[in-house]
């Protein structure tokens, strides 16, 4: 899945969250997986340390390049001889905004796009607070698929480097949540 949402605009990221809730049953639930601000940030201190680059913070935009070596292969359905594959991302830290391209560049020089793409990064209170203004409640967070609970301790950077997992659920009565407080 990787990023799940985040794909339009803030008021539109919205309405499809108010959209899952209105086609779920209720006690039916919502499994989110994503890309926070908070992820994005403990990516960028394992950086920091790894490679001794200097610091930055998700609070400054920034651009970085990763370059695979191909031989003959398919990328995305499309048959190319032997190059190379560039992934670009670029994070606005204005808009929140993570920009995304890939390019194949054959060994005699030529370049082929193959995918762009673009995504707002939001926090997890950000989300939390969607959620609920959609009508979720019992809103859980999980590390990656390991069903365990999230959390990003200082110091313990990779414990925080994968997407995280929001769960939620429909409920029809105040009751029902009370139920599920009370097991």
Known sequence: MFLSFGYFS???NIHVLKN????LR???HLVMDTVTKEVLEAQERYEERRH????RRISESYTKEME???SPTSVLGKRYPSGKLVYKKYYDSHDS???TSWQVILEDGREFPVREGRV???SIDEITEMLTEA????IELYFNWYNKPFECPDGEVHKCMHNVVFHARKFKHVREILSIWNE
């Open 120 to 122: 707002k990064i939001y």
């Open 135 to 138: 009508g979720f409640r019992n």
């Open 68 to 70: 695979r070596y191909i």
């Open 97 to 99: 905004v993570l920009h």
């Open 52 to 55: 001794k680059v200097l610091p």
């Open 26 to 28: 209720y006690g039916g």
């Open 20 to 23: 899952f809730y209105e086609v």
């Open 10 to 12: 803030d008021e539109e």
